[in-house]
C-alpha cells in the first residue's frame, strides 16, 4: 500500500505527519500510536509484519475512504409481470414481397420506392 510506504519514510523526518493522522475523525489513539510504534522499528522486517503494518494503516484510514461509485446509486432491480401482448403477423405468406405495386395497400418493396 502506497499510504503505508508513504508515512514509513516521511515519519522519521517529519513528526508531523503524526499530528495529521491523529486529524482524522473517529481514529482511535491507541491504534494510532500501535501503528507510529511498529512503522519506527525498523529491525523487523517480514511479510507478517508488513501485513500487520498495511492492516493497521487501512484500519486508521478507513473513515477517509469513500464508497465505491457503483454503491453510492445501486438500486434494487424490480421487473414487474407485464400483460402479454399480441403480436400482429407483418405479411401473409401467400402475398409476395415484390409484386408490381398497384394498390395502394399493398405492402411491396415497390411502393416504398415509389414517386409521389
Excluded: C, W
Excluded at 500500500?1 to 491523529?22: A, C, I, N
Excluded at 446509486?73 to 405468406?93: H, V
Excluded at 414481397?97 to 415509389?114: A, S
Aim: glycine letters at 6%; proline letters at 7%; charged letters at 30%.
Amino acid at each position: 500500500m502506497l499510504g503505508t510506504q508513504l508515512y514509513e519514510l516521511l515519519r522519521p523526518k517529519y513528526p508531523e505527519v503524526l499530528e495529521v493522522l491523529k486529524q482524522i475523525p473517529e481514529v482511535n489513539p491507541l491504534d494510532l500510536q500501535k501503528l507510529d510504534e511498529r512503522m519506527m522499528k525498523e529491525a523487523q522486517k517480514g511479510n507478517k509484519v508488513e501485513k500487520a503494518k498495511k492492516e493497521m494503516f487501512k484500519k486508521i484510514t478507513t473513515p477517509l475512504h469513500g464508497l465505491n461509485i457503483g454503491q453510492l446509486f445501486r438500486r434494487k432491480a424490480s421487473i414487474r409481470e407485464l400483460p402479454r401482448t399480441e403480436a400482429n403477423s407483418k405479411r401473409s405468406k401467400n402475398q409476395p414481397l415484390i409484386g408490381n405495386g398497384t394498390t395502394e395497400n399493398d405492402p411491396v418493396l415497390v411502393n416504398l420506392f415509389k414517386v409521389t
